[in-house]
């Protein structure tokens, strides 16, 4: 794993960009890269919620499965039900091998009640120092402190 710019050599990976900040809350774009495809969302997160994600990932070794998903509502506010933009990352093995599953959905812009759009999923595999500098560098987008980052993964 690298934090750099993949683009140029088509390598898989993920970019991740903070649009417009808020006082307690970011709205996050996401890009997930495969071999040969590309499926990109973006959704609002407080900023606290992020936090909790990001203090998550950093547990060693991980016992739960780190999750975000952002999204539109459901009309009572209660569940996620068009879904955009998820992360979660699991151990794989006991070797230290893990997996980030993302999930990038766009949603039309008239018909996105019925669930159309486009998106996709794909899943990356990553050690834990990799997340570790992962963690670390989410938390400064998160932060303003920068304001894009590049995952590269296998």
């Known amino acids: 794993m690298s934090i750099s710019n993949p683009s140029e050599t088509g390598a898989r990976h993920i970019s991740f960009s903070a649009r417009e900040r808020a006082e307690d809350s970011v709205e996050l774009a996401i890009r997930a890269f495969g071999e040969d495809f590309c499926a990109s969302g973006a959704a609002f997160f407080s900023i606290a919620e992020l936090k909790i994600f990001v203090s998550a990932l950093r547990g060693f070794p991980l016992i739960e499965e780190p999750f975000i998903s952002g999204g539109y509502f459901d009309d009572a506010g209660d569940n996620i039900s068009n879904e955009n933009f998820y992360i979660s990352v699991a151990k794989l093995n006991t070797t230290g091998l893990l997996v980030m599953k993302v999930r990038a959905f766009t ?16 899943s990356y595999f990553l050690y834990y120092e990799d997340l570790k500098k992962f963690a670390d560098e989410f938390e400064r987008l998160i932060e303003g402190e920068s304001s894009y980052l590049i995952l590269a993964t296998s």
Do not use: A, I, T
């Open 107 to 122: 949603p039309h812009p008239e018909y996105w009640k019925k669930g159309l759009g486009s998106g996709g999923q794909c």
